[in-house]
């Protein structure tokens, strides 16, 4: 009976054994999850996610190996940011990429999980942080200047189009810049003497509204401002501004890659690497409030060549030697 009763034990033993390494791996802590949170559709970010990766791999992280990458998105529905933004909040994710106006609503719901922002403005002047130095808080992130950039992109579309007098501004006035966008505009066009007609939409009828507006009175050119919806309406754009033969510039080389004119503005994909280089450091232990706002230091100028043809434009030589990508 001894003999037997040690059997049992040692076969109870060997069970019990048999089982550690699948409760070792049990026991093993999950993986931290990132969390995109973005205004518009997953087509938007697609062809960025390659940079995220590569910023999240420069600071030792993997995707699939010791960390995991989610995505929210909105699909132009931004009233649904903030119930997007609760869901990760209760799910206490590690870090959340907060791309535009997705910014508001997750900081609105949370002052503990790090968050990481790319914005078009100044994000002082957006309440986002502190300073750019010293962001305090939960939230730090890429500046693009893309508001800044207004003027700029104003003189580039009158070195294309030299006749140019009359200009369609199209803006989103849902986008936090809007306002300064439009002041710098005004100046900018004051002083090389263009006349300025605004249209404002933030839905994908009232572009249409606009380009069928020009059926009655054509202007010269059309600059787009920057925001969601015209990223997420780059197809729609182009082909209407094709439609009308109206020259266009656009804040987003997404649009001129799908048929529009001309593009000038911040890299999207060296800013998108940036914010999984700073993903990375917030998993290693570093704190939002103490990591300076990056300053996109990478401006791409982008000249759909066949679109130029198509309008009958002749890019000048000088415009053609500082593009950074043209396209054929």
């Known amino acids: 009976m001894t003999a037997l009763i040690g059997r049992r034990e040692f076969i109870t033993v060997l069970g019990g054994a048999a089982a550690w390494p699948r409760v070792a791996y049990a026991q093993q802590p999950a993986m931290p999850v990132i969390v995109l949170l973005e205004p518009t559709s997953s087509d938007a970010f697609a062809d960025r996610l390659r940079a995220f990766r590569q910023g999240l791999k420069d600071t030792g992280y993997v995707e699939g190996e010791n960390v995991a990458i989610e995505h929210r998105w909105a699909d132009n529905q931004f009233d649904r940011l903030p119930a997007l933004a609760d869901e990760l909040v209760r799910r206490k994710v590690a870090v959340i990429i907060a791309v535009a106006g997705a910014v508001f609503a997750a900081k609105a719901a949370t002052a503990t999980i790090p968050i990481i922002f790319i914005a ?3 994000p002082v002047k957006l309440g986002l942080v502190a300073s750019l130095a010293h962001p305090g808080g939960n939230l730090t992130g890429i500046n693009q200047y893309n508001e800044e950039l207004a003027a700029k992109r104003l003189e580039l579309l009158r070195e294309l189009v030299p006749g140019v007098t009359r200009v369609a501004v199209l803006l989103d006035p849902t986008v936090a810049a809007t306002e300064t966008t439009l002041r710098d505009l005004e100046a900018a066009a004051r002083a090389i003497g263009l006349q300025m007609q605004v249209f404002n939409a933030s839905t994908s009828r009232e572009v249409n509204a606009m380009f069928a507006s ?7 050119a059309l ?6 919806l015209f990223s997420s309406r780059r197809v729609q754009l182009a082909l209407l501004a094709g439609r009308y033969g109206v020259p266009a510039i656009y804040a987003n080389r997404q649009i001129a890659e799908a048929g529009g004119l001309m593009s000038y503005g911040a890299s999207q994909t060296d800013a998108v690497r940036q914010v999984g ?3 990375g450091r917030v998993l290693k232990g570093a704190k939002p409030a103490k990591m300076p706002v990056e300053q996109s230091t990478k401006f791409e100028l982008v000249i759909n060549a066949q679109t ?3 309008l009958g434009l ?15």
Not at 214 to 220: G, M, Q, S, Y
């Open 277 to 279: 280089v700073y993903a």
């Open 314 to 328: 002749e890019v000048p030589p000088s415009l053609l030697a500082r593009a950074d990508e043209v396209i054929e």
């Open 120 to 122: 078009g403005e100044d």
């Open 214 to 220: 020009f059926v009655h009175e054509r202007p010269d």
């Open 308 to 310: 130029a043809r198509v």
């Open 223 to 228: 600059f787009v401002g920057s925001g969601p």
